[in-house]
């Protein structure tokens, strides 16, 4: 049985910095391909970043490019996403996702190409 549970969210100032992680379980990260979105109130799902296969480069919604850097550690079986200069725009659920095998690069962010989904952690920017 696949898992997937991220942690490290919480409030933060604007500017600020935090870092997400996800844990998998029941799958090889090494041979798959992970994501994070994020999920503000009243809006739909988006894509933050994703790296689709290991040695690949990651690839990142334009408006955290610069800022987040998505960290993949095989050894661990986890993926981080590390957060600068955090904004109030920034504020959301975040969620992580798994895939069991490489993806190509154009179904890196989309959502239907993930097989497995953790619960989500909030994370919450003040201004």
């Known amino acids: 049985q696949v898992q997937v549970l991220e942690a490290g969210g919480g409030l933060v100032q604007a500017g600020g910095s935090l870092r997400l992680s996800c844990v998998v379980s029941?799958?090889?990260?090494?041979?798959?391909?992970a994501a994070w979105f994020r999920q503000a109130p009243g809006k739909e799902r988006e894509f933050v970043a994703a790296?689709?296969?290991?040695?690949?480069?990651?690839a990142y919604a334009d408006s955290v490019k610069d800022r987040f850097t998505i960290i993949r550690d095989n050894a661990k079986n986890t993926v981080y996403l590390q957060m600068n200069s955090l904004k109030p725009e920034d504020t959301a659920v975040y969620y992580c996702?798994?895939?069991?095998?490489?993806?190509?690069?154009?179904?890196?962010?989309?959502?239907?190409?993930?097989?497995?989904w953790g619960q989500g952690t909030q994370v919450t920017v003040s201004s």
């Open positions: 996702a798994a895939h069991p095998r490489s993806l190509i690069i154009t179904a890196q962010s989309m959502g239907d190409s993930y097989d497995y």
């Open positions: 790296h689709r296969r290991s040695g690949a480069s990651a």
């Open positions: 029941g799958l090889t990260l090494r041979t798959g391909g």
